[in-house]
Nanobody, 117 residues
Framework: QVQLVESGGGLVQAGGSLRLSCAAS????????MGWYRQVPGKQRDLVAS???????NYADSVKGRFTISRDNAKSTVYLQMNSLKPEDTAVYYC???????????WGQGTQVTVSS
């Protein structure tokens, strides 16, 4: 099992920055990839960014050039640096880990990001 705890959400004005953190615990050596998803009410949860064990990153087109995903292996923590935030970035952001030979998903509790115009 893998447990995830997120932090760093909040309220920011358009054009501002926030950094989200996600600390993993449990069977961290089974993690294949980690990422961030976001969800607004009434819509599906969408991938924002991900990073594999090998360091390969992937971003949604809407955040390319503004968001950066990174990791600190020593702390078992993944970060999402969000710059040039827009009101449409407002959502609940969820940390995700895919682990084990069947790439099982684990989720954090979610953290609210609100960008005011």
């Amino acid at each position: 099992q893998v447990q995830l705890v997120e932090s760093g959400g909040g309220l920011v004005q358009a054009g501002g920055s926030l950094r989200l953190s996600c600390a993993a615990s449990g069977n961290i050596f089974s993690i294949n990839s980690m990422g961030w998803y976001r969800q607004v009410p009434g819509k599906q949860r969408d991938l924002v960014a991900s990073i594999t064990r090998g360091g390969t990153t992937n971003y949604a087109d809407s955040v390319k050039g503004r968001f950066t995903i990174s990791r600190d292996n020593a702390k078992s923590t993944v970060y999402l640096q969000m710059n040039s935030l827009k009101p449409e970035d407002t959502a609940v952001y969820y940390c995700n880990a895919r682990h084990g030979p069947r790439w099982i998903d684990s989720w954090g509790q979610g953290t609210q990001v609100t960008v005011s115009s």
